[in-house]
């Protein structure tokens, strides 16, 4: 199983990003896939939830109404559109899934956003 995010990058506030999580090494169209996000200094923190083969999404309120999160089954890949974004969404992303009762992370890759 691999998760490989990407995307990142230094951007001003009010900005947006697409991060992308590309995926491989288990079944990609029948599953939930995360995102999540850590500060320095702090555990990770959920951001974002998306299902399949029906799509439902689910967010964090800190993201709620800025954030989209999206998913492309034929070429394995989830999405993380973040618009307006804050300071304090500066933290490294990860793309998660559970499977087979184990956790499986990206390396994440770092947002940071300058006021």
């Known amino acids: 199983v691999q998760l490989v995010e990407s995307g990142g990058g230094l951007v001003q506030s009010g900005g947006s990003l697409t991060l992308t999580c590309a995926a491989s090494?288990?079944?990609?169209?029948?599953?939930?896939l995360h995102w999540y996000r850590q500060r320095p200094g702090e555990g990770r923190e959920w951001v974002a939830t998306?299902?399949?083969?029906?799509?439902?999404?689910d967010y964090a309120d800190s993201v709620k109404g800025r954030f989209t999160v999206s998913r492309d089954n034929d070429k394995n890949m989830m999405f993380l559109q973040m618009n307006s974004l804050k300071p304090e969404d500066t933290a490294k992303y990860y793309c998660?899934?559970?499977?087979?009762?184990?956790?499986?992370w990206g390396q994440g890759t770092q947002v940071t956003v300058s006021s």
């Open positions: 998660h899934r559970l499977w087979n009762r184990t956790n499986y």
């Open positions: 090494g288990f079944p990609f169209r029948s599953n939930l």
């Open positions: 998306i299902t399949s083969p029906l799509i439902i999404t």
